[in-house]
């Protein structure tokens, strides 16, 4: 009796140790599918790009950031408790990315996104915290004081900002769409905030539209003397000669037969896009081919034209333009326009070439452009960087020339319309830009 008790004790002692220990383990992999998840989010939301510096420690901050009002300086988001956001709770994270509120109380400026994060689901946030509190280093790195004047650099007038401008709801799904509509819809409004950039904004600095009830929400904005193309399905400057695949393949690549990311897009490309799922890509790609385009007034459709290319292969340099064309860019990006493939770009029914504003295209013919890393392996060519070979007047020329060749249609570019972005502009650096989130 004694010696049967004993025995099943001990079975029973090993039987309780035994789901105990799964417990545990299960507990642990709980955790470590959450953080994993977070990771994601941080990826889709890409955090990293703003809150962390090339050859600096992940998210310890310090970027600047021009706002209307003078520059301000990205902070440490690493769970130092005193040089970071060690001290925050859930809710207090939660505060700061959805409702831009930090936690001793003070507005942050709208240069952090929380108009578009307040879309993010409460599960997605809870994810970010796991992440950034449990598998991001520490970094003890002091935060950098705005450089915004006084009284301009009050903060309260956030608040008010905030009532007028931001819709202070998470993403609702539309009932009439389908699941990868909605998720697609989710991505490029919260996480992605691909508005920020794409959404034209007021005199308020406020984008002008939040979501796809406004026909100004990702019809193209610029931002640091880029244009970020307008998104929706307009023929020419947006994305409707673009087929699902050929979006997916930019989100992915940055390279597709209309054109390669540069400026900006280069850092969603290298820190966010390329990692997201295939299925979260497609749905992005979805939702943006469900977008109308406005097609800009009185445009014609985009169709090819070989006249360009004719009088190029005749040695016909009448157009101003035409002789640097030839000498400087045609190497590369082929004298009928069309580029080589994947990695030349066509200047030819490009939709930056075909935009009313043409400051990122003199802004990539004066500084060249960022490198693409997909995959760990930077792209094998470059754009060159002119500024010290060509003057204003042989920019412009150059600009309005391939504005104008294979059949694009846009306005032409001056010559003081250059020396503005030359002066407010510098050589984009040629080291590769990837940046760390550990
Ligand atoms: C487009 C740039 C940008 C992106 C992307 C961005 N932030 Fe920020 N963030 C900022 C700026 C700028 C500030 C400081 C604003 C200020 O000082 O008013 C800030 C402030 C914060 C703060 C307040 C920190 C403090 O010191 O109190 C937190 C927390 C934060 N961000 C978290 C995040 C997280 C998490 C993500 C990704 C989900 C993210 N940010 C993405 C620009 C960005
Ligand atoms: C050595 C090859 C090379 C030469 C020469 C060159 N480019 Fe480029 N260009 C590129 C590459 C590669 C890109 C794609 C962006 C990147 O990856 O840098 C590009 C991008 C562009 C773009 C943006 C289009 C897009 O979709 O990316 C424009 C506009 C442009 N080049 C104009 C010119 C002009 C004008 C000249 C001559 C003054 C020129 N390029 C000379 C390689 C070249
Ligand atoms: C930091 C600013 C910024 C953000 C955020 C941003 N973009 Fe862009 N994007 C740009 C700029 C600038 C261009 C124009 C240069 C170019 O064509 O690559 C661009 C171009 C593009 C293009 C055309 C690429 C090509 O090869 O011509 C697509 C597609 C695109 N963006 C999609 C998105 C989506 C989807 C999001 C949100 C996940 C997003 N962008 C977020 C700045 C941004």
Redesign the pocket.
Known sequence: MGRRFIRSFGAQAIITAASLLLAAGAAHAQDAALIAKGEYVARAANCVACHSVPDGKAFAGGLKMATPLGNIYTTNITPDPEAGIGGYTLEDFDAAVRLGVAKDGHRLYPAMPYPSYVKMSGEDIKALYEYFMKAVPAAKQANLASEIPSPLNMRWPLAIWNVLFVDMDQYEPKPNQSAEWNRGAYL?QGP???G???TPRGIFWQEKALDEGDSDYISGAM?DH????N?TQDGNSG?GRWSHGD?VR??KT?Q?P????????V??VNN??QFLSDADVAA?ATY?KSLPGAMEKNATPWAYSSATTDLIRKHDFTAPGAKVFFQQCRACHVDDGKGYGDYLPPLAGN??ALAQDAS?LINIVLNGSLRLVVGGTPDGYRMPAFRSLLNDQQVAEVVTFIRNGWGNKAPAVTPAQVAEIRDATDFATDKVVVLKMK
Request: glycine share 12%.
């Open positions: 490029v992605g905030h691909c920020a950039c794409h931002l880029w244009l970020a193309v998104l994305l979006i930019s989100l940055g597709t209309f054109g390669t990311a540069f400026g900006t897009m850092d969603v966010s896009t992005m943006l939709p930056a990122s």
